[in-house]
Each structure stands twice: as C-alpha cells, then as structure tokens.
C-alpha cells in the first residue's frame, strides 16, 4: 500500500533502479568466446574477446591466412583466467575471422579445427 500511494516502491534502490531500469539496456562493446560458448557471430562494431582457462598465444586471420596475427592472452587477475580481444570491432559485416590456440606449458597447438566467426 505504501509503494501505491508514493506511486513507485518504496524501497527502490536508485543506483539499482538508474543503472538496470532507468537508463535503459546497455550494449555491450565484447561478444564473449569460450570453449564453452563458441560464438559464431558477432555484431558490427563489437570486440570478440577470447576467455581461456589458461595462458595461450592466438594466432589469428581476417582474411583466409593471407595475413596471420599472433598474440598472446592477457591475465585477467581472476585465478587461472585469460582473455585475448580479437580486433572485430572496425570490420565490416560478412567478415570472417578464424583462429586458433598455442599452448604454451604444454608446447602444442590446438588440435583438429580453426575456430571461426562472422561479422554480422
């Protein structure tokens, strides 16, 4: 009754309410990959970030191995974790990015397939 009668509730949270409601959906900047989640698209203007269990060096293209990129991960403080950011986010749609895996402490690359995503 009393949220009714202040019109609103009466314990809102305003950062909350601000943040969550208020201001609307936020886009993110990343669409994330992992092992786990192998996305295969991602939107314009976006960064695929690569989320790893352990340290890798990402050898990577955008335009079938003609020119290859290679990076390593970045620790993400949280544990084991580490994340490479993919350059995604100025390519055009129908961009297709493929990459793949070195694995540093065990001194092989990922086997059997490239990973691949389109910009779309």
């Known amino acids: ?25 936020r886009d993110s900047a990343y669409e994330m990959w992992t092992f786990r989640h192998w996305t295969r698209r991602v939107p314009a203007g976006r960064t695929l970030r690569l989320i790893l ?24 403080g949280l544990g084991d974790l580490h994340f490479f950011d993919l350059p995604t986010a100025e390519l055009p749609a129908g ?17 059997g397939e490239n990973f691949r995503a389109e910009v779309v």
């Open 53 to 76: 269990q352990t340290a890798a060096t990402v050898q990577w293209t955008t335009d079938h191995w003609a020119n290859i990129g290679k990076s390593d991960t970045v620790a993400t």
């Open 95 to 111: 961009t297709h990015t493929e990459w793949t895996f070195f694995w540093p402490t065990t001194n092989r690359w990922e086997g």
């Open 1 to 25: 009754m009393r949220s009714s009668r202040y019109g609103r509730v009466f314990d809102r949270i305003e950062p909350a309410f601000e943040r969550y409601v208020a201001g609307g959906k």
